[in-house]
């Protein structure tokens, strides 16, 4: 039951949030999301997942969060969002200046979300705290969440009112737009919930447009298996060839059908979490250098940032597709060296495919 008592603790999580450094924060009561569940089973029946095959595992703990796989006796579920915003606007007359400057890796872009620290290690840590928080004020149990657990947190998110879902499937928060992250405590204890936002797209479709290697077969709906980011982060082995033009210069993930979203506009310059700067160790290398990686450096490179995901092939990998896409001819050594050095036959046809691209481009 909600009581007057219980009202005082919605806003004293919410204070707690804004003094741990989350943006925005609501609250969903956890019930069966059947729509929800029909879409991500749909996604799921389609084979557009690929090949991240743990999003087909536990599959009923996305139907609800009251299952053993995330809390048993689970009522309420918090959901924070962190922020990420790019530095600047990302108006089409700055773009170019702000992709070719700090925030790309000298020329090659990376995910806003992937240029600093790993988020998974601070924003849990923050969510710890706030599960304590929880804890403690209502004897109840309280189990952080971010990316950790099978569940559908854009459904929670939405639910939570954190914000709507827009077509291009991101959770936009009006006021704030889509560049923040997601991470959850799930609660046995009752709370007072917010209300649901409806989509607020209306007509517009630039998101599905710009989509750089036609992901959308509809509105709302993404097929991984074509997305930038899913080829450049989440799936192993060779990114097949129709789709390597499209990847463009974006070595690693993709922001596009955000950064085209009205929503995401701001009129001001926006401050960057230092969190989410891109670190020194990434801005002075050139995307040409990460050719001769080895193991060792690797490691070191990675070390607590997201762009270790791929492993040490996958980014050799991404870098081979974005010079081929370069199309500079004084890549062609580099490229060349690769074909004697890497052992993996796919990575050397690779090397070979993008040679034989910018070849053709330098042909009058
Ligand atoms: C797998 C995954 C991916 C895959 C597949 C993405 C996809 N769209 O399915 C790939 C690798 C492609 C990917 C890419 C990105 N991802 Co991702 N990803 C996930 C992950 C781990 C699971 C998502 C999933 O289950 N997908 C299956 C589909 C069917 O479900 P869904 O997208 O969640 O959509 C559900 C709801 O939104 C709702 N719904 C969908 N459409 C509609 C329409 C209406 C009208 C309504 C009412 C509801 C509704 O129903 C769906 C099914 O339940 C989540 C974390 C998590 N556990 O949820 C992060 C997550 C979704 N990713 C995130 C991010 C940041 C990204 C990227 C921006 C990273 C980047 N820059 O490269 C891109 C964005 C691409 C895009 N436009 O979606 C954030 C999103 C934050 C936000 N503001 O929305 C999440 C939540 C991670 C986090 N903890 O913050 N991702
Ligand atoms: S992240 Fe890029 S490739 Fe993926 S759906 Fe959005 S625009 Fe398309
Ligand atoms: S670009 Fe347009 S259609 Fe796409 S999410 Fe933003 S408002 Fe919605």
Not at 171 to 182: D, E, K, R, T
Not at 196 to 204: H, P, Q, V, Y
Request: overall charge neutral.
């Amino acid at each position: 039951m909600i009581t007057e008592q219980t009202q005082g603790l919605e806003e004293a999580i919410r204070t707690r949030c804004s003094s741990l450094g989350f943006t925005r924060v609501g609250i969903a009561r956890v019930e069966d999301i059947s729509q929800d569940f029909s879409r991500y089973r749909a996604f799921i029946d389609e084979g557009m997942h690929g090949s991240m095959t743990y999003l087909a595992h536990n599959q009923e703990s996305r139907r609800t969060l009251d299952t053993p796989a995330v809390l048993d006796g689970a009522r309420s579920v918090i959901v924070c969002a962190t922020d990420y915003r790019p530095a600047a606007p990302v108006d089409a007359a700055k773009r170019d200046a702000v992709d070719s400057g700090m925030l790309g890796l000298r020329g090659a872009r990376v995910a806003a979300y992937a240029r600093g620290q790993d988020y998974h290690n601070f924003v849990r840590k923050r969510l710890r705290r706030l599960a304590e928080f929880v804890r403690n004020e209502t004897g109840c149990e309280a189990r952080p969440m971010v990316d950790t657990a099978p569940i559908l947190e854009r459904a929670w998110a939405r639910l939570a009112g954190v914000g709507f879902v827009g077509k291009n499937g991101m959770i936009i928060a009006p006021g704030i737009g889509s560049f923040f992250l997601l991470g959850e405590v799930v609660t046995t204890a009752e709370l007072a919930p917010d209300t649901a936002l409806d989509s607020r797209c209306g007509a517009c479709t630039l998101c599905l447009d710009a989509c750089p290697t036609g992901a959308f077969p509809r509105p709302f709906v993404l097929d991984a298996r074509k997305c930038v980011s899913f080829l450049t982060i989440e799936h192993e082995g060779e990114i097949p060839e129709e789709l390597r033009e499209g990847i463009g210069d974006r070595f690693f993930g993709c922001d596009e059908c955000q950064d085209v979203c009205p929503f995401n506009k701001s009129p001001t310059p926006r401050e960057i979490a230092p969190q989410f700067a891109l670190g020194a160790r990434w801005s002075k290398r050139t995307v040409e250098s990460l050719l001769s990686l080895d193991e060792a450096e690797f490691r070191r490179l990675t070390l607590g940032s997201p762009l270790g995901r791929p492993g040490r092939d996958g980014l050799v990998r991404n870098a081979m597709i974005v010079l081929g896409n370069f199309g500079d001819e004084s890549h062609l050594p580099a490229l060349y060296a690769s074909i004697e050095r890497e052992r993996d036959e796919p990575l050397r046809a690779l090397a070979r495919w993008a040679i034989a691209r910018i070849e053709s481009r330098q042909r009058p």
